[in-house]
């Protein structure tokens, strides 16, 4: 099966300008999630979609951030404005709905701000 | 609020030592485990995994890994390591949800 497909790869931009990752999750995985992975850190959850509804956004900084997954399948995150701490790679994965479904993760967009 | 402790930063063996890395969860309930591996240019991919039954769970590449309830530990062992397993390996914790809570992660690099 394909995998998990994220683009861009790399992102460079300053700081306060916009940015958007897009991830198409593996077809048929209900559950996508997003996660962000600091230099030296393990990922952390920034939002989670079963389908196309947000069940967990605690973790997402609402004032700057924001997600959408309209169809239920792509899935978009944007950051607007960035900052210089947003700097680190956005990991989207996706799994099929159950606790025992393990993630497949994409490749990542390692973002840069300067 | 749940954690997940990876102890070694930073491991660096010899072709065909043995490999231990520690994982320690801080939930008290019950948890489904997991190791994950991701390789130099690679994406993050599922080495192992514990829901129930048997502790000892066995994965890909001669990796297994013992969930000691008691010590709240899942640790990731290879008897014999190659160079080819140079990589960063994450320890990770659901407790029920479907929010998996993933460790620092573990650096290894593997000498031939």
């Known amino acids: 099966e394909a995998g998990v497909v994220q683009s861009p790869r790399y992102k460079i931009i300053e700081k306060k300008q916009p940015v958007a990752f897009w991830c198409n999750p593996i077809?048929?995985?209900?559950?996508l999630y997003w996660y962000r992975q600091n230099l030296g850190q393990g990922p952390e959850l920034l939002i989670r979609y079963e389908n196309e509804e947000a069940v967990d956004d605690s973790q997402l900084p609402k004032d700057r951030f924001s997600a959408e997954r309209l169809k239920g399948v792509d899935s978009t995150l944007k950051i607007q404005p960035a900052e210089l701490g947003d700097s680190a790679v956005y990991l989207c994965a996706s799994s099929r709905r159950g606790l025992n479904s393990p993630l497949h993760f994409g490749n990542g967009t390692r973002l840069t701000v300067t | 609020a749940q954690s997940v402790s990876q102890h070694n930063h930073h491991v660096i063996l010899s072709e065909a030592a043995s490999l231990e890395l520690g994982c320690n969860y801080s939930y008290g309930g019950t948890v489904n485990l997991f190791w994950y591996v991701q390789y130099p240019g690679q994406h993050l991919q599922l080495l192992l995994k514990y829901f129930s039954g048997d502790p000892l769970v066995k994965g890909i590449k001669g990796f297994e890994a013992e969930f000691i309830k008691s010590k709240f530990s899942f640790n990731l062992r290879k008897p014999s390591v190659q160079w080819s397993d140079t990589a960063e390996y994450f320890c990770?914790?659901?407790?029920?949800?479907?929010?998996?809570?993933f460790g620092t992660g573990t650096r290894l690099q593997v000498f031939p």
């Open positions: 077809s048929g995985h209900n559950t």
């Open positions: 990770a914790v659901n407790e029920n949800t479907d929010k998996l809570i």
